[in-house]
Every structure is written in C-alpha cells, then in structure tokens.
C-alpha cells in the first residue's frame, strides 16, 4: 500500500519529488509505532498518539511534515475505499436536506448570497460522497471532502475554510451532528498575497472614464473605503450630509460601523439623493411593494418597507422578483453593473494591472497610510476584527513609514 501512496504522491504533483520519499516514511513509522497494517484507517487520537511521541526526538519542522504526510495518506486510503464503494442515498432525501438547510439559515439570518453559497457547497459534498445515505455521513466524509478539494482541486486556504464553514454548518444545524472534533484533512497551503493597490493618478483616471451614478458609487467606494455589497445596501438613512457621516449596517461579520464621508462628494450626492426622492416618489404613486428589509425589522414595523429613510440610496430603475419572498419588488443596484462600468474603464486606460472594484478599498487603506494616519484608525475605518488584517497595507504603502532609506539613495 505505501509503494501505492508514493506513486499517488509523485503522480499528484503536491508534493515535491525530493520530499515523497521522507513523507512514505513518516506513514511507514506511524504504522509501524501502533503496530497497525498499513491498509487500516487510524483515528485523530492514535495520530496524535505517535505525533506526539514523534516531538521528543524530531525537530518542530518535521513533526509538522508527519502530520501533512498522515493527512494525505488517510485521503489516499479513503479514495481507495470509495472505489469500491456504491451510492445508497436517494435524491429525494438529499433534497428535503437542502431545504432545511435553507430554513436554518433563514432562521439565523444570513444573507442570500451566503445561502447560495452553502447550498452550492452542500450540492458539492453530495457529488463527492456519491449521494451517500444522510444519517451514514461522518467526519470523515467532511475530511475526505475538504482533503479533496486540497489535493485534487488545488483550492485557494480561503476556499477550502469557506467549504468547511458550509459542511459544518450543514452537519451542525440539518443533520444534529457536532463533527468538528473529528476533522483532520489535508490543509490548503498558505499563500501570502499583496493587494492590488492603485495610485492617486490611476483612480483618477479611472473615474474620469466613468459617469452617471456608477461613478458616484465608485467614487464612494474609494473615498469611504467600502466594499461593493456594503456601498449597494446603503440606505438614505446611512447618510448623514451634516456630519460628514457614513453607517455602515451589518457589514462583514454582521457589524456596524461608521466611516468618513468625502467632502468632494456632497453635492454629488445631494443631486443623486433628489433623483432617487422621485423614483420613490413614483413607486410610492403606484403603490408598491416596499423595499426588502431585515426580517425582524419587517415583521415588527410592516409599513417600514415603504418609508422614505429605508429607501435604497442606489435603486434599480427595474423592478425584480425577491428570491426569497417571490415578492416584486424595487431592490438595489445589481453589482454586476458596477463591475461591468469598472472593467469598462480599466480597458479604456488601458491598465494592465489586475484592478477590481475591491481594489478601490486596498486604494483607501494604502493612500491613508501614506498620509501618515495611524493604522488603528485605518482599522476602524475598514472595519476589520483584526489588526493582523489591516496591517498588510503597509507593505504596500509606496512611503515607508519606518523612514529606512537604501544605502544605495545615499
């Protein structure tokens, strides 16, 4: 079986060649350690049994290498089982699952986007585990899902926590099963990347090939440092003209937060908001439904939906069908069009950097550290939990804030 798992490893790429022989053998002596054939699945505690007898003669470096290489291996048995393997779920089963997934999510109130993306997860799981009975799912099934996507897939560490979030979630609150003890797959290897952060000169140039209100919401995306979902569901009531003001309402992380609102863009504003009163106005007119609320708040104040306040600040011109109530309604601008308008500009310029709308808010980030605020400041305004998470801005600030200069300037 080991001879297998070497060519499976020199075959998969994952792993160095130079380094294959050093990971059959971290297996071989596991095994040999708990006096198992290498054919038998070990558990989280017979790994960490010999892991830990392992650190008091190997170096840190190398323990951690055995536990990657056992990690592998229990994926590399798992696949060789599930060859042989044949589906005993039924599709009717997987799909009374799916919507109570949706009810427990609906009953937690996340969002919509965060509901398709798990539902897309969990359809996935399904696939993999070769529409397994429910009630059999274990552990090891999540395991063997998230080591999947690792070493087959090659996901992003990001992907494969975000995969891993959906799949507990769907244990947890649809099938009642408290599963992450047991979990102990091959991990995404860690990649650090710089954002993408552009000049003063280039955001200018980039507004200047954008109009209309794509603009303004561009514009408010650099100026205040927002992401696009939290610059579409701003409301007329986030805008505070007289402080200079901008809420932010259950950004990332269901968190509130306040921000700066650019002096440059008042009057913009103004202007755009006494449009916006019309097309309310109208709807208001040809008495519509209300705009979507948070449900607690919709259910407590029914005739919210159609005050002025709760408006969006960036409506579509058309009506749509609410995804989730099935009611028509006016919902806000689809983010696809601000994307469309922003790669639109980028071709026009002629960037060849790998620019997104998001790319406005590392601009904020970065252009505030480079005049000299302080990055606690910086974090607040960005509204991250962690400092760690802001801190990547300042090896990108073009002006270093240690005031290291080369020997080779002098």
Known sequence: MLNQFKEYLLQQGTIQSHHVLYYVKWVADCYAFLDAPDSSVINSDQKKHFLVHMAKSHEEWQVKQADTALRLYQYFLSQELKASATATGTSGEWKTLEERLREALRLRQRSYSTEKTYTTWVRGFRAFVNDKEPKLLEGRDLQDFLSHLAVEKRVSPSTQNQALNAIVFFYRHVLDKDIEGEISAV????????????????????????KGVHRLMA??????????????????????????????????????????????????????????RTLYDQDRSKNLNGVALPDALERKYPNAAKEWRWFWLFPSKSLSVDPRTHVVRRHHIHPAAL?????????EVG???????????????????????????????????????????????????????????R
Do not use: W
């Open 187 to 210: 991990r995404a290897r860690q990649r650090r990347r710089l954002p993408v952060v552009l000049t003063a000169k280039e955001v200018k140039s980039l507004f200047d090939r954008m």
């Open 219 to 276: 514009m408010l995306i650099y100026g205040c440092g927002l992401r696009l979902q939290e610059c579409l569901g701003l409301r007329i009531k986030d805008i505070d003209l007289e402080q200079n003001l901008i809420m932010i309402r259950a950004g990332k992380g269901d968190k509130d937060r306040r921000t700066v609102l650019p002096e440059a863009l008042k009057d913009d504003l103004i202007h755009h908001i006494a449009g916006v």
């Open 339 to 347: 994307q469309k308008a922003f790669k639109t500009a980028i071709a």
């Open 351 to 409: 960037m060849t950097k790998q620019a997104s709308v998001h790319t406005l808010r590392h601009s904020f980030a970065t252009h505030l550290l480079e005049n000299g605020y302080d990055i606690r400041t910086i974090q607040e305004l960005l509204g991250h939990r962690n400092l760690q998470t802001t801190m990547i801005y300042t090896h990108v600030a073009t002006k270093n804030i240690l005031g290291v200069k080369s020997p080779l300037d």
